[in-house]
């Protein structure tokens, strides 16, 4: 059993500052570790077998899926290979400690992007492009925000010839997977996904307020198939712990003998005998090397990012890109292209009115509790409870530069996260996150004078970016990451249809309620040479241009490089049934980098979905088997 000193060192060193009160809170900690370590079900597999039927490269949030359900008959023989760890550190399935576990390098890919021209307010204008390295993948990292999306997105993919992908098909696959806190037939229910209601703040009933002001309507059913309106922030949370896909899914399957998980197991090579995939190479700690072979089919659920990486260090990929690094060629796809992420400029929000007082929903605050922690370890209640996503607003736009709701799919979503980016030398994990985050002289000015009073942050997000970015080979090295470049803002609709997004969140803070609390942009309270656009007033459309085309990054939702089409689509790596095209057999990739297009919204239930939906399609394949 490990020590206490053991399970302190888990959390970062805010918490060893506050002797006394760790000293106090000991026996929370302890109980709720030691209740954590009974409740994970399975173990990792430190040995394995030469062949499985299946091989599953990636346990992120569509990989744990698929390990449970081709496990699930007891039928087929499963192999699942994570690059990362596994998601035994408390502050993983802490809602409040997002902060502090998505910038751990522990369980993250620590990526930054080639410079992009709309970043330039970033470090050497690259921004960073984080995703999970660790059982559960981004699941066990994002902010826990639930979003289907909009039901017009995937009727959309469905007439791009992504037959079986449209949302009367999909619809059935969310409701699989969920059990939701709402009623209705729309909804999921038993599923082994919980989506619940997050611990709001008192700043979030005040921003809805706000925003029905502008005319929008409350939509607290977001889930639905429209999620045009205004709304508080469901989250994937069940008894105020995190509720990974690794939790949902992977933990509860690990038990049974036909499923293996590796983890730290790095996947370098898809084996192949001629056009048919048949095994992985993979590495581990200390360099050695292994392989395992598949009786059946390879299937790569890496993401994004990682998962046109390994098919173009396999040799599947455009031409000129594989003979540039000397990689035999497999055959011809355009891996890599269509990739995307929405993006996005942040905007400190804060307040005069004593009214809104400062809520302790700062981590560093709660960590320092005995109170929030015993409320959070033995009760599975309190402030740590918190997700940091609290609201969202979604809506369509029109060429006049206007914002409306419509029945068609939004182009931008406002996010309100519960908390400022400020600068706080005192404060560990604030300062990880703003050296992880990358973020520039010029934003780390302004969130230095920001002032300490209780704010929040609010966020325009382009949805449906016309930009198409790539991912490329650095080098033929397996272990060297590749070259990301999400190109974001370079068609200038995407620059327009952001800077409304930027406008609406002006707006806001002129409506009735948010005047009445003393509203203002960080920006107003600290000298104009230091903005980001100098001497320029904030709220001015020149301010908000300078935002647009200095200030933006992407939100960490990547997707697109394996795009899914139909079969003989040159523009498509898989055809609906998820398989690689090109002649390949015995290999698919399930991941959100087979989206045609980005949905409206955070992307981790839509990966989900993928997961349940490409588990569907592969079984299908070997029905009576």
Not at 58 to 70: K, P
Not at 170 to 178: A, L, P, S, T
Not at 286 to 301: D, N, P, R
Request: glycine share 8%; hydrophobic share 35%; net charge neutral.
């Amino acid at each position: 059993m490990e020590n206490l000193q053991q399970l302190v060192d888990k959390f970062p060193s805010t918490l060893k500052e506050y002797k006394t009160t760790v000293a106090c809170g000991s026996i929370a900690l302890l109980s709720g570790y030691l209740l954590y370590k009974y409740q994970s079900r399975g173990r990792v597999s430190e040995k394995w077998n030469k062949r499985y039927d299946f091989i599953v490269v990636g346990a992120g949030s569509a990989g744990c899926v698929l390990a449970n359900r081709l496990s699930e008959n007891g039928k087929f023989s499963v192999l699942v290979l994570e690059a990362g760890g596994e998601d035994d550190d408390p502050k993983i399935h802490m809602p409040m400690g997002v902060l502090d576990a998505c910038t751990d390098t522990k369980f993250v890919w620590q990526d930054k992007t080639v410079p992009q021209p709309a970043s330039e307010a970033y470090i050497d204008s690259a921004i960073q492009s984080q995703h999970g390295k660790v059982l559960g993948g981004s699941s066990s990292v994002n902010w826990m925000a639930y979003v289907r999306g909009h039901r017009e997105d995937y009727n959309s993919w469905e007439s791009l010839g992504c037959t079986g992908w449209g949302w009367s098909n999909v619809e059935n696959y969310f409701r699989k997977m969920e059990d939701y806190f709402l009623p209705g037939e729309a909804l999921g229910h038993g599923g082994p996904l919980t989506v619940s209601a997050n611990r709001n703040l008192r700043t979030t009933d005040y921003l809805i307020k706000a925003i029905k002001e502008l005319g929008v309507r409350e939509n607290k059913s977001y889930n639905s198939g429209d999620n045009q309106g205004v709304m508080k922030c469901h989250v994937t949370v069940k008894n105020g712990k995190r509720w990974s896909a690794a939790q949902a899914y992977l933990r509860p399957a690990m038990k049974r003998s036909n499923l293996h998980v590796v983890t730290d197991a790095h996947v370098t090579k898809i084996l192949f005998d001629g056009k048919r995939a048949v095994g992985v190479r993979f590495v581990r700690e200390g360099g050695f090397t292994y392989e395992v072979l598949a009786e059946k089919e390879v299937i790569i659920s890496s993401g994004a990012i990682n998962s046109p990486h390994l098919l173009l260090l396999s040799g599947i990929g455009p031409k000129e890109e594989l003979q540039k690094h000397g990689i035999p060629i497999v055959t011809e796809l355009p891996v890599g292209l269509n990739y995307q992420d929405h993006s996005s400029a942040f905007r400190n929000v804060f307040f005069e009115n004593p009214q809104v007082p400062k809520e302790e929903h700062l981590y560093k605050a709660n960590l320092s509790s005995t109170k929030s922690l015993m409320e959070y370890f033995i009760k599975g209640k309190g402030p740590l409870t918190t997700a940091a996503g609290q609201a969202f607003s979604f809506f369509d736009v029109d060429k006049e530069g206007n914002y409306f709701l419509s029945n068609k799919m939004p182009e931008i979503q406002i996010f309100m996260i519960g908390g400022p980016f400020i600068v706080d030398p005192d404060d560990e994990v604030l300062s990880r996150f703003n050296e992880f985050a990358n973020f520039g002289p010029l934003l780390l000015e302004t969130m230095k004078n920001a002032d300490r009073r209780q704010g929040v942050v609010l966020a325009p997000i382009l949805l449906h970016p016309r930009s198409r970015g790539s991912i490329t080979l650095a080098s033929a090295d397996p272990l060297q990451r590749p070259v990301i470049d999400p190109n974001i803002l370079s068609d200038p609709e995407d620059q327009r249809i952001l800077k409304i997004g930027l406008k609406f969140v002006s707006d806001v803070l002129k409506s009735p309620t948010m005047t009445s609390l003393g509203s203002y942009f960080s920006e107003n309270k600290f000298p104009t040479k230091d903005r980001i656009a100098p001497d320029v007033d904030p709220e001015s459309e020149e301010y908000l241009e300078k935002l647009v085309s200095t200030a933006c990054t992407v939100c960490w939702h990547p997707a697109g490089s394996c795009k899914m089409g139909a079969e003989g689509d040159t523009s498509a790596v898989v055809d609906p049934q998820l398989r690689v095209q090109g002649g390949i057999q015995g290999l698919r990739v399930v991941d959100n980098s087979i989206m045609p297009h980005l949905t409206s919204g955070n992307t981790n239930a839509p990966a989900i979905m993928i997961g349940e939906k490409g588990s569907d399609l592969i079984l299908q394949s070997y029905r009576g088997i």
